[in-house]
């Protein structure tokens, strides 16, 4: 009888061991683990969590900002719009025509839809004459330019659109080399336009990275922190299917993997998730700062509804006021801190690689993607310029023009619309670790 007690405790003890992992091998890494193993604990250079970061974006942000985002007030940016690439004219284009089936779904999804009601061509000469009355300063250089035209982001939303390879990798590339304070001899990791490289080039730059200052550290990781919010936003409203009849946009965990996976991508793909957290704490530490502009009665989100515009305006400043509530803000204090001749030199050059960037996605082939991009990064642009101006901030009048520290309404709407999609970019992170949990 104790014999069989025995056997049968062993018995059951093996099967928990087993089952428990402890007996036998461990059991291979979904692809979420893969995506995500460095996406959680601590940011570097932060005092704040991924976790933190995921409860206060999906459950009490999110929501709010999104409907704030479709108000006529930010809907709407004005970007130069050539001839010859909007989706009404694309079809009898003859280049077009000539175009290789890749090529062809590119410029396709790619167009811009110009159109707008008669009644929002009404408003926007309104908004324009609104606007024109303000003391402006800092617009991007194109939006003076005649070709400049309100485009309805609404029915141009930032998802795939077939452009991709070379033609990309270039913008990127030259974003990250030239721009980031790196120098030539320093080669960066996964670069599809570099011969292969080994692990000992890999570290080398992770060392240098590592060794540059605080500010110019956190450029880099702005920067990769953008790329990768935004291959985000083009695996998650991926084309999965297009007839005659209909396109269906989906998420695409095949395209997310070969991003992100970490053994496809060689551990560089959750590196730049992680900086994409880095990016909204960067860009959500300026919105709690601007809050007093915001605050002053004079402000107005100006469309010509008055009822709308108030109410806007309470759904604005209840976002932010939330944002203010954030616990574990970004300290820009680090930023900037040492020689005052030095800092400011490193400010200006950080305005110049931003500018530099808005021409370079002057050059991007696929006419959406170059509209999304420029928003992007204007809105990190204004971001920053917010953190670099919080005594100009401080001593605001309460009433008034505001000659030291202004905005204008294009640098509002692609702040909010740029920070919208980093909050859209964190809420689809949480989508696809779902959808690849049983992955293997």
């Known amino acids: 009888m104790g014999r069989r007690w025995g056997f049968l405790i062993g018995l059951v003890g093996a099967v928990w061991l087993l089952g428990s992992g402890r007996g036998g091998q461990q059991p291979p890494e979904t692809a979420a683990q893969r995506c995500f193993c460095q996406v959680s604990g601590y940011l570097d250079d932060c005092t704040c969590d991924v976790e933190t970061i995921d409860r206060f974006n999906n459950y009490r942000l999110f929501p709010r900002l999104q409907k704030l985002l479709e108000s006529d007030y930010f809907r709407y940016y004005k970007d130069e719009v050539p001839d010859g690439i909007k989706s009404a004219s694309y079809k009898y284009s003859e280049v077009a025509n000539n175009l290789i089936e890749e090529c062809e779904q590119a410029e396709r999804l790619g167009a811009v839809d110009e159109s707008l009601s008669e009644e929002t061509q009404k408003a926007v000469l309104q908004w324009t004459k609104h606007d024109d009355s303000s003391d402006s300063f800092c617009e991007a250089d194109d939006i003076q330019s005649p070709d400049a035209e309100y485009v309805d982001l609404l029915l141009n939303p930032e998802r ?103 053994i496809l991508t060689e551990g560089e793909g959750p590196r730049r998730l992680k900086n994409l957290y880095f990016l909204y704490l960067i860009e959500l530490r300026a919105l709690s700062k601007v809050v007093p502009f915001f605050e002053r009665p004079d402000f107005q989100l100006f469309t010509g509804n008055k009822v709308q515009d108030a109410e806007n305006k309470m759904l604005l400043l209840e976002i932010l006021h939330e944002i203010k509530s954030f616990p574990l803000h970004f300290d820009e204090n680090s930023f900037f801190a040492g020689d005052k001749k030095e800092a400011n030199k490193l400010k200006e050059d950080f305005r ?89």
């Open 160 to 262: 795939y659109t077939g452009y991709k390879g070379p033609d990309a990798w270039k913008i990127w590339n030259v974003i990250y080399e030239e721009n980031c304070f790196k120098p030539q001899t320093i080669k960066r990791p996964l670069n599809p336009l570099a011969s292969s490289q080994g692990k000992s080039e890999e570290n080398t730059f992770y060392s240098w990275l590592e060794g540059l200052c605080v500010e110019k550290r956190a450029f880099y990781r702005l920067i990769s922190g953008l790329h990768a919010s935004i291959n985000v936003h083009l695996s998650a409203r991926y084309l999965l299917q297009e007839t005659w009849l209909e396109k269906k946009w989906g998420h695409n965990i095949t395209e997310f993997q070969q991003r992100f996976d970490g």
């Open 352 to 440: 110049l690689h931003f500018r530099n960037i808005s021409r370079i996605m002057d050059c991007v082939g696929c006419f959406k993607c170059r509209l999304w991009g420029k928003l992007q990064i204007q809105g990190l642009g204004t971001a920053l310029k917010i953190l670099f101006s919080e005594k100009l901030i401080a001593n605001m009048p309460e009433s008034g023009p505001s000659y030291e520290f202004h905005l204008t309404r294009q640098e509002i709407v692609s702040l909010f619309n740029a920070f919208g999609r980093i909050s859209t970019s964190v809420k689809e992170l949480e989508n696809f670790r779902n959808l690849l949990q049983n992955i293997h």
